[in-house]
């Protein structure tokens, strides 16, 4: 059995060869396909290059914000109105709808339909929730640090920071260059979370980190504590934008381009969604990994699948499959990664040389560096809740990081019991 909050991911992230993809069965007449998507998901040539090699099958997308996409599943799935195939992350993001029986299970499937030869292990792996697989993983998204050359060079910072210490001496320099460090869209709490996330697997390193998350061990805890101070002290130094839990997380890039925060916390095909949509050039940006001090490299990361839904049509979730597979085919899915990001959760795929940022994390993902679980889909959703209130009270100062701590184990202690 996979328990995903436990499990470090990584190290030959990119396999060599790919077997090829046997495609479901489509029924001979007219079938439209609902997909819910997120706007950045970059789908329109993957769904014209379908519809043109499948001209029964219509792909109709809804486009969603990030939050407003898991609010459409929430309601869906109350409702009995899941849409035939989804855009999904991980770990307790997808496992109601898994456990609730209203996403496909791909287990039985996967040698037939090729995925087992074609996606990399660790996207598997990924989209496992109790050792079943109930999606399938078109990518494997690293969350860490990317920086404004220009901005950091006139700050002084001459060489990326490798080191906790050399990226706080490198926000004091920007600071003193009256450069924001950090640009930040703190609403909805998950992007101040990637921050939180990295300062526990800092201080409680990779091991520790992982019991945290898995909730074996306690909150209430010195590692979690100093996790919380340290957030806190960056706040008040400044390192972040003034007011940043009421700046949407789709708006974050704004102060960097405008040459007023150097840096982000961010996901590296940003190069596609953000920096080409502004005709800028990512070799302007430099991505790093972020400086957790530890022997084992490990940043924050998931990956993104398309689930079906179990309850469609035979004929409706069988074309649903279908595009779901057709995303991952090997001959396509370099294409595919141009407008959907990277890296490709197919095995050998790698980002083109004119996405650089992308092929770094590629490669860095192939040698040196592994993955944990960010904290919204590593804990259950309402831990979650918890989580990010605790979070945002130490952000404006109403609650002590020690009491920040001692009140998500509080909430924790209280799911326990119900569950037992």
């Known amino acids: ?131 079943k697989v109930y999606g399938v993983p078109n990518r494997i ?44 869209g703190g609403k909805f709490s998950w992007m101040t979370m990637r921050f939180t996330d990295f300062f526990m697997e800092h201080f409680a390193g990779p091991e520790e980190h992982d019991r945290i998350l898995a909730m074996e061990s306690s909150w209430d805890s010195e590692p979690v504590v100093r996790a919380f101070t340290k957030l806190r002290e960056w706040v008040t130094k400044g390192n972040f934008n003034q007011g940043f839990l009421n700046i949407d997380p789709a708006t974050n890039m704004q102060l960097v381009y405008q040459g007023r925060a150097a840096m982000v916390f961010e996901v590296p095909n940003i190069e596609i969604t953000r920096l080409a949509r502004e005709n800028i050039d990512p070799r302007t940006y430099t991505p790093i990994i972020a400086p957790s001090d530890h022997a084992k490299k490990r940043v924050s990361g998931f990956q993104q699948q398309l689930q079906v839904s179990s309850r469609a049509a035979p004929e409706v979730q069988a074309a649903a499959l279908a595009y779901a597979t057709y995303v991952v085919k090997p001959d396509l899915a370099a294409q595919h990664m141009q407008s959907i990001g990277g890296p490709s959760a197919v095995r050998g795929v790698m980002p083109g040389e004119n996405f650089p940022l992308q092929r770094q994390w590629a490669n860095w993902l192939q040698s040196e560096v592994s993955l944990y679980l960010p904290g919204d889909q590593a804990l259950p959703q309402e831990i979650v809740a918890a989580y990010f209130e605790a979070q945002d009270s130490v952000v404006l100062g109403t609650l002590s990081p020690r009491d920040a701590a001692k009140q998500v184990q509080q909430a924790i202690t209280s799911f326990k019991s119900r569950r037992n």
């Open 1 to 131: 059995m996979i328990t995903i909050s436990r499990r470090t991911f990584g190290k030959g992230l990119l396999g060599l060869g790919a077997a090829g993809l046997a495609s479901p069965a489509l029924a001979q007449g007219r079938t439209t396909v609902e997909l819910f998507g997120l706007a950045t998901n970059g789908w329109d040539p993957v769904i014209d290059g379908f519809q043109r090699d499948n001209p029964n099958v219509t792909v109709r997308w809804t486009r969603f914000g990030t939050d407003e996409m898991k609010q459409a599943l929430r309601v869906g799935a109350g409702s009995g109105r899941m849409p035939d195939v989804w855009f999904n992350w991980g770990g307790s993001l997808a496992s109601p709808y898994n456990q609730a029986g209203l996403s496909l299970d791909l287990t039985p499937r996967l040698g037939a339909l090729g995925l087992s030869e074609t996606l990399l292990p660790t996207a598997l792996e990924l989209a496992s929730d109790r050792g």
């Open 141 to 184: 998204v690293p969350m860490s640090i990317i920086y404004r050359n220009e901005l950091m060079e006139r700050a002084g910072v001459t060489s990326p920071p490798r080191t906790f210490v050399e990226l706080e001496a490198a926000c004091d320099r920007l600071r003193a260059a009256r450069i924001t460090p950090f640009s930040l």
